[in-house]
């Protein structure tokens, strides 16, 4: 794996311009949402199995990560919290490089070796969090 800083070629995809764009756009969204009142999202996984799906308390894990109640958020959700921290911290970084026009970070040239243990780490941490959401207490979601 290689990580390199290169400054934006022409004609080539701006990562940071549409990935900050979908994340922002995203959340104003989930924000009309419920500022319109409109109905929470329902799991048919949990209305059909009775039990939480990988993502089950994702909308209630967000909702307290963008009240700043961190240690709620992580409760609901460990994986979508993770998931949260490391979209905001892309999205600060996506807007200084917009800002300042600085080089960007690429990560690249994986070998077979990193690309397998990157997918057994995937799994490992949607297994881990299926089983979490999983040892709750039924009834809470």
């Known amino acids: 794996m290689q990580l390199t800083r290169l400054r934006l070629a022409p004609n080539e995809l701006d990562h940071e311009v549409i990935w ?16 319109l009142r409109l109905p929470w999202p329902h799991c048919a996984f949990l209305a059909v199995t009775g039990h939480p799906c990988v993502t089950c308390g994702a909308t ?22 993770t998931v ?15 800002v300042v026009r600085t080089p ?22 949607l297994l881990s969090n299926w089983i979490y959401l999983l040892s709750r207490p ?3 979601f």
């Open 138 to 140: 039924h009834g809470l």
């Open 20 to 35: 900050l764009t979908v994340s922002l756009g995203s959340l104003a969204l989930a924000a009309g949402w419920f500022a």
């Open 60 to 81: 209630r894990s967000a909702i307290a990560f963008f009240h700043f109640d961190f240690w709620s958020a992580w409760k609901w959700n460990p994986l979508v919290f």
């Open 84 to 98: 949260l921290c490391g979209l905001s911290i892309f999205d600060v970084y996506a807007f200084a490089v917009l």
């Open 104 to 125: 960007r970070l690429r990560i690249g040239q994986f070998t077979l070796a990193e690309k397998r243990f990157m997918r057994v780490v995937a799994v490992i941490l």
